[in-house]
């Protein structure tokens, strides 16, 4: 059963097995171009699939955007050590929950995924990390495993055909900066999940320092059908240099919430209302978030734009994981921003002082002011502390913490005005003012 | 330490997934399954865990100081109800859900009942924010969840069903 129905004007390229018949299994992966992708690059050179993938267009989907096949490029042709394929299925994004349907609904092409970025680098080794919440997807992907390695899609000599390369699932335990990579790659080692200073980056000293291909799972689940159809196919399906479709999560104040996937660069408008079915209840459209909650909130009066990596760039937000909030007039923004710094506060690793103790203090600021208790100086503090976030951490959770403040801080001022001098919140039911 | 049969054959699973010298990294996985067997991370159990995975007791602890999952010493409910409030849930209704399983189960955050039957956490994004607001009793998902689908839900808890007997309401994983 689907989470939520499909949409018509989705183009399903990696969804297009969801909701088939036993769409887990290998026999129902088979029956549908399952593996096909694979057998073909097994007669390309490493060079061939990693131009391909180029030509695609396609940006990792975990939130960065950088370009895959340029990553993929990255990794040192010679190397003493293994080499390592770490999918990144930890999806802890506010926002965010697109990776769960392509684990859950179409496990296999995961790993078709994985067995051709095995190809591609020369690695004979995978591992998805998964986070610990979600359990069933790590029994879904060790089933789907086990499926692979007795029809000899996995194992040391795949097909007959002489290629090697195996896969096992990891489990996280509760840690949202598990979710950057590097902290990722300490968290599968077996250690806190604390960032690690780059360079060297992950493609040259990754896993056990190993050279490592580490990508969000949309990402490898977007490599098949690359593969199957051309590099030039999927990026027509996008804008330029935005190549592809994309997952987008939409959830919030509207009608049909749920996971579509949309060709990259689908208006933001028409998504809400097209897709999204409009506003609930009626009411007006205020802000919107336009992939997770690390990203610049925009105003509705922003909200006419496509929704690819550089447009949302140019319009000084993000595109991120492909979590689209969207919320109606009656939302308070101070609450907003509270209730995404406390996230922060709960998730900072500790690791650098800016992002420990500048989450900690904005939470606490923020729930000052959200019980009326602030400070007109409160308003410039807090953007303040914020902007002394920016590019001062390791990984870029305090960023992530610092934007979507920063943004709401600055377009919603008067939101934050109103909650002066002792006054309720103007959109609370009741009013209750806790000391601090 | 003893563990059941199924758990042991779980670590002998993991301890082959990694490279031979690379114990140290089913240190995780390890402990979140064991937990699940023996209700909290205890000292003997962090022992047992350093010693399979041929690390120190306070490598494993910096460990599970670390990871929201992982409860040392007290052990949660058999149940344990975590409430998403994070942005998406917030915005339609979970923070209201939190509030009542606060006041109808008398309990606070991490918090078990006497019985050690239930247990409530307000928790971070648990993904599924496009069928928000949703919950987790243990590892299974409950997406667009209504006040009055929490109440039978908790009704049925605090009779002393299990979640499956709970037929009114039925988890959305597979």
């Known amino acids: 059963m689907l989470y939520n129905q499909p949409n018509p004007l989705e183009v399903r390229l990696l969804s297009r097995r969801f909701g088939l018949p036993n769409s887990q299994s290998i026999e129902t992966y088979l029956a549908n171009e399952g593996y096909k992708a694979f057998e073909k690059a097994i007669g390309m050179s490493q060079e061939d699939i990693i131009s391909e993938v180029k030509a695609s267009g396609l940006r990792g989907r975990g939130g960065a955007g950088f370009p895959t096949g ?61 986070r610990g919440e979600y359990r069933y997807l790590i029994e879904v992907m060790d089933r789907a495993i086990e499926e692979a390695y007795a029809r000899g899609y996995l194992g040391d000599n795949i097909l007959g055909r ?11 335990a509760g840690a949202y900066e598990c979710g950057e990579e590097s902290a990722l790659l300490e968290s599968f080692e077996g250690k806190r999940g604390n960032p690690r200073i780059r ?36 990026a027509g399906l996008g804008t330029p240099k935005n190549g592809g479709t994309r997952f987008f999560c939409l959830s919030g104040h509207i009608n049909k919430p749920g996971v579509y996937e949309l060709p990259m660069g689908f208006n933001l408008m028409r998504m809400i209302n097209e897709v999204g079915g409009g506003m609930r ?64 506060a709960h998730e900072s690793c500790g690791w650098c002082i800016p992002c420990r103790e500048g989450t900690t203090w904005l939470r ?48 919603w001022r008067e939101e934050f005005e109103a909650h002066l001098d002792g006054k309720p919140c103007p959109y609370e039911k009741s009013s209750r003012l806790v000391a601090v | 330490m003893t563990f059941s049969p199924e758990l042991e054959a779980r670590f002998e699973r993991f301890l082959a997934k990694y490279p031979a010298e690379r114990k140290r990294s089913a240190t995780i996985p390890m402990l979140i399954y064991a937990q699940d067997e023996v209700g909290s991370i205890t000292t003997e159990l962090v022992a047992e865990v350093a010693k399979r995975c041929d690390i120190t007791p306070l490598q494993v602890e910096e460990v599970v100081g670390f990871y929201s999952m992982l409860h040392r010493h007290k052990p ?50 648990i993904g599924a924010c496009s069928w928000a ?20 839900l908790l009704d049925g808890l605090q009779a002393g069903k299990r979640p499956e007997e709970i037929t009114e309401v039925a988890k959305v994983n597979c």
């Not at chain 1, 990776?99 to 078709?112: A, K, T």
């Not at chain 1, 002489?162 to 996280?172: D, M, P, W």
């Not at chain 2, 607001?133 to 039978?152: C, E, G, M, R, S």
């Open chain 1, 70 to 130: 340029l990553k993929w490029g990255f990794v040192p042709r010679q190397s003493p050590k293994p080499k390592y394929i770490m999918v990144n299925a930890d999806e802890s994004e506010p926002g965010t929950c697109k990776d769960r349907l392509l684990i859950e609904y179409d496990p296999h092409q995961l790993i078709e995924g994985c067995l051709i970025a095995g190809l591609a680098v020369g690695a004979q080794q995978g591992y998805v990390y998964i």
């Open chain 1, 162 to 172: 002489g290629v090697k390369f195996n896969l096992a699932t990891h489990s996280g």
């Open chain 1, 199 to 234: 360079p060297p980056f992950p493609a040259v000293a990754g896993a056990y320092a190993s050279p490592t291909i580490l990508n969000n799972v949309e990402t490898f689940c977007a490599v098949p059908p690359i593969i199957l159809n051309g590099g030039a196919y999927f």
């Open chain 1, 281 to 344: 209840n009626g009411r007006k459209l205020k802000a919107v978030i336009p992939g997770g909650s690390s990203c610049p909130v925009l105003k509705a009066d922003e909200c006419d734009l496509a929704m690819d990596y550089d447009t949302l760039a140019a319009a000084k937000s993000m595109l991120g994981s492909g979590g689209v909030v969207v919320m109606d007039e009656d939302t308070c923004m101070v609450k907003a921003a509270l209730r995404i710094m406390r996230f922060y």
């Open chain 1, 364 to 411: 606490k600021l923020l729930q000052r002011f959200h019980e009326g208790m602030g400070t007109r100086s409160d308003i410039v503090l807090i953007g303040d502390l914020s902007r002394n976030m920016l590019g001062r951490t390791f990984c870029p959770l305090g960023d992530a913490a610092a934007l979507p403040t920063i943004s709401i801080v600055e377009k």
């Open chain 2, 76 to 125: 949660m409910g058999k149940y344990h109800v975590q409430i998403c409030t994070n942005i998406s849930c917030l915005l339609v209704g979970g923070a209201e859900l939190y509030e009542q399983a606060c006041k109808k189960l008398h309990l606070g955050h991490k918090e078990v009942s006497a019985d050690g039957f239930i247990s409530l956490e307000e928790v971070e994004c």
């Open chain 2, 133 to 152: 607001p949703a919950i987790q009793i243990n590892y299974d998902f409950y997406h667009d969840v209504t006040p009055a689908q929490l109440d039978k």
